[in-house]
């Protein structure tokens, strides 16, 4: 299986795992110090959300890096607004309770997202208006990405496709479809067999990791039958 060493790193780590809704949240902690965090939605099994945490710097925490799933442009945090507000700044109108937090995202600039089904892997280029002819979608073996180009030079865009990399295949011009809509353009590619029996993998091995269930979550569905 060329996908063994994923299996093997993933094995490596230690797994914690949370029912909250119908999402199962994993986060595992690496003996590189790396940390992921997965949401899975438990009635189709497919992952909706990956996000990756570096080794702890000396300053502060490091980011999470969204792989998988929506990333914000900016992040407002309620508690900032709170105090902006104590200070005679005013604050933002739509301040949430404290430790929640808005998204803001621009209203202009292309802004690139991912999400997978059990079949495909797609990417949202949302902020693109150019028709459909002037855009050029490649793979790119050598640099193992699907390449954006288009023929007014006015957007380039190389996407990484780690999916495939976890698997040792290079992406295929075959696989991939386009289409655009609603100012985005809609990058779709066809999983191969070997990705689809990898993530089917994963799924067993996630299943003997023990797994809490939300109380808030659980005391809601109850009050509500």
Known sequence: MSYQNWLNYLQSAEKNSMIS??????????????QMAEEYNMDTGVVQRRAWRKCKQLMGEPQWEIELGEEPRQLNWSAANKTN???????DADT????????????????????????????????????????????????????????????FKVIPVPDLDRCSVPPLQANISTHHQFN??????????????????????LKNVETETDMDDLLKGLMAK
Do not use: H
Not at 85 to 91: D, I, S, V
Not at 121 to 128: G, K, P
Not at 184 to 205: R, S
């Open 21 to 34: 809704g119908r999402l199962r949240k994993v986060l595992y902690k690496f003996p590189d110090g790396r």
């Open 85 to 91: 507000a104590a200070a005679g700044g005013g604050g």
């Open 96 to 155: 949430l309770s404290a430790g929640e937090f808005t998204l803001r995202e621009s209203n202009s600039a292309p802004l690139l997202t991912k999400r997978v089904t059990k079949k495909n892997i797609e990417w949202r280029i949302r902020n693109l208006s150019y028709p459909l002819s002037v855009y050029n979608v490649s793979a790119d073996a050598e640099k193992r990405a699907i390449i954006v180009r288009t023929s007014n030079k006015k957007y």
């Open 184 to 205: 985005t353009l809609i990058i779709t590619y066809t999983k191969p067999d070997i990705l689809c029996e990898m993530e089917a993998q994963v799924l067993l091995l």
